[in-house]
Nanobody
Framework: QVQLVESGGGLVQPGGSLRLSCAAS????????MGWYRQAPGEERELVAT??????NYADTVKGRFTISRGNAVNTVYLEMNSLKPDDTGVYYC?????????WGQGTQVTVSS
């Protein structure tokens, strides 16, 4: 079992920035896929970004604004969010896909509002 703990959410004005962190309870392996998903009220959970090895993938809605990266620590992933919009509001979840098993964090709220 792997635990994922997110942090860094909060309230920010449109155009602002936030950085989310996800700490895993074990080392992230080279074949693991780490991702960030989000869920707005009344909506389905959607993919935001993933990273595996040196390869990243982004939803079209966040390309050019968000950056997913591995931290210097072997068990940490970040999501740098810039030029935030009200549509980015939601609960952001960290996800780890290891072989055929998925793990989820508890989520962190991001609210973009003036």
């Amino acid at each position: 079992q792997v635990q994922l703990v997110e942090s860094g959410g909060g309230l920010v004005q449109p155009g602002g920035s936030l950085r989310l962190s996800c700490a895993a309870s074990r080392t992230i392996l080279s074949f693991d896929v780490m991702g960030w998903y989000r869920q707005a009220p009344g909506e389905e959970r959607e993919l935001v970004a993933t990273i595996t090895g040196g390869t990243t993938n982004y939803a079209d809605t966040v390309k050019g604004r968000f950056t997913i990266s591995r931290g210097n620590a072997v068990n940490t992933v970040y999501l740098e969010m810039n030029s935030l919009k009200p549509d980015d509001t939601g609960v952001y979840y960290c996800n780890l896909k290891s072989l055929r098993t998925y793990y989820w964090g508890q989520g962190t709220q991001v609210t973009v509002s003036s």
